[in-house]
């Protein structure tokens, strides 16, 4: 058997879409983990941030209560004390960046700054309008600076005498700790007092925040976490994934191939154990549909039988000797005939053990085609036979290879059945040391896709068919050491057998 190679087995689209579809998963599935163990990051590194951003702002009450009091024990301003308390404290926290206070009188106010270098300093009048309105001492009121991304803490030490601590906002957090991807802002009511924003190569963002857990400094931290691609799918997790999926999709594709390769093999082993029954099983069953044919056949030599007899009976009236010499021979070789079909037919119907002789093609497809032509003519169907004048000598089992043409036939008739003008052509002759046996149809021919699968046993696309027919004509076949190979022509289908030929009779 010859197979053909078709688009489908170089391109295997099945294994390519479930490929495909593992790839999906795949990068669905990394891009999922990936975003999640992102957010589990975000919300831990929200919390760490929190705590540590309270911890920042208790150290400011902290500080505003060591200088409220130091400021109270010392009357006579400006004071060494608290310029030496401001000193550390600005020392030390750097984000506070101005301590100062605020002498109010009347609707004017004198700012001392503590805390710098060569201070305490004298900062011109302000106006005492500008300032936050603090009824009792120990009362704090809070206001932005964004041009300075900081604020300021008031601080009502006692009546007319105010405290106020300048915190830089951007030394709020710790900027080394802020991860790459994270955009943050901190904000005091409405207004934005720092912002650090993150590389916009993000493809999806995700936004959470919280308020500082300080009645005193209600600050908003707003948090904004962008996934870049290369972070959802990171290359050196993708590619691993990838081509352990593409492993395991491959090894099953190779365990199914095996699978079914093995079932195959189990299928054609039960078939060459059943091979000779089935052949002749298969004969039997073809006899049905033959049988009208060889009555028809025989119709012939029985009419000529008496049509003889009856002159016969004549010549005896008229004792014409010749005449009934001529009759009987006659008769004699019409029943001859007859019994040559009959033997014919039950030579093609027995049992018997496959024999390999030498035949004249020619000879052995006439024979084949008599079984069959009265067959297919009362379906309509016409049989086109061209087989070349050449003498071509072929081995073969002379009953395999008739049934393998009847099996051939038959289904082209099938092919064609109830087709107008449906027709069946079989050609044959000698080529190249071969004898060829092409047969071919006018029917819809052979679905591509299922070219590879028509020799496989049981393979049928006939509500009552076996799928039995062309697996064992190949068996036959290929016991002669011949091929069948099956195409689609422009017509329909058209099997070609081919034998080693060249022997003498
Ligand atoms: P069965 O005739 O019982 O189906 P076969 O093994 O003889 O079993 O044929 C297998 C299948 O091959 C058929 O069912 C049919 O689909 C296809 N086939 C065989 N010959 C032809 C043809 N001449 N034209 C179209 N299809 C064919």
């Known amino acids: 058997m010859m197979r053909r190679f078709s688009i489908s087995r170089i391109i295997p689209f099945g294994s390519l879409v479930i490929w495909l579809s593992t790839g999906v998963v795949v990068v669905a599935l990394l891009a999922a983990f990936q975003y999640r163990s992102g957010l589990s990051e975000l919300s831990d590194w929200t919390r760490e941030t929190g705590t540590f951003l309270a911890e920042k702002l208790a150290q400011h009450d902290a500080h505003m209560t060591a200088l409220a009091a130091v400021i109270r024990m010392s009357p006579a301003e400006p004071s060494a004390s608290v310029q030496g308390l401001a000193e550390s404290v600005t020392a030390f926290y750097p984000r506070i960046t101005d301590i100062a ?24 009048e302000h106006s005492a309008g500008d300032l936050p309105v603090l009824g009792k001492p120990g009362e704090t009121a809070l206001r932005p600076i964004p041009e300075q991304h900081a604020y300021d803490i008031y601080k009502l030490v006692e009546t007319g005498l105010l405290l106020r601590l300048r915190i830089s906002a951007g030394g709020l957090l710790d900027m080394d700790r802020i991860p790459p991807g994270y955009s943050v802002s901190l904000l005091l009511g409405d207004t934005v007092l720092f912002t650090h924003a993150a590389r916009a190569t993000s ?39 990838l081509i352990g999926a593409a492993l395991l999709v491959w090894l099953g594709a190779q365990y199914r191939n095996a699978s079914r390769e093995r079932r195959r093999q189990e299928l054609r082993a039960t078939l060459l154990e059943q091979e000779a029954r089935l052949a002749h099983a298969g004969r039997v069953n073809a006899l049905g549909e033959m049988a009208s044919g060889i009555a028809h056949e025989l119709t012939q030599p029985i009419a000529a039988m008496l049509s003889q007899s009856q002159a016969a009976r004549r010549a005896l009236t008229l004792d014409r000797a010749d005449i009934l010499e001529q009759a009987l021979d006659g008769n004699i070789r019409e029943a001859k005939r007859a019994g040559d079909i009959l033997g014919r037919m039950r030579a093609y119907i027995s049992g018997a053990e496959a024999r390999i002789e030498n035949v004249a093609l020619a000879e052995a497809l006439n024979d084949a085609l008599r079984l069959i032509e009265a067959d297919l ?33 038959r289904n082209a008739a099938d092919a064609v059945v109830g087709q107008p003008g449906g027709r069946v052509v079989l050609t044959a002759g000698p080529e190249g040391g071969q004898a060829i046996v092409t047969i071919a149809d006018t029917g819809p021919g052979i679905e591509p896709a299922l070219l590879d699968r028509i020799f496989e046993p049981f393979f049928t696309t006939k509500p009552d068919g076996m799928g039995l027919g062309l697996p064992l004509c190949v068996r036959l076949i290929e016991k002669m050491d011949g091929t069948i190979e099956a195409r689609n022509d422009a017509g329909g289908a058209r099997f070609t057998i081919r034998l080693p030929s060249g022997g003498a009779t």
């Open 203 to 241: 493809i999806l963002n995700v936004k959470t925040g919280l308020f500082a857990s300080n009645p005193g400094q209600p600050l908003h931290l707003l948090i904004s976490r962008g996934f870049s691609l290369g972070e959802l799918l990171p290359l050196r997790l993708l590619m691993p994934l």
């Open 377 to 409: 003519a009362q379906q309509g169907i016409a049989l086109d036979v061209t087989i070349a004048q050449a003498p071509c000598v072929v081995a073969v089992d002379v009953i395999s290879f008739q049934q393998v043409i009847h099996n051939l036939i």
């Open 101 to 124: 206070t605020i002498h109010v009188d009347g609707t004017s106010a004198r700012v001392i700054a503590y805390g710098r270098p060569g201070g305490p300093v004298f900062e011109a």
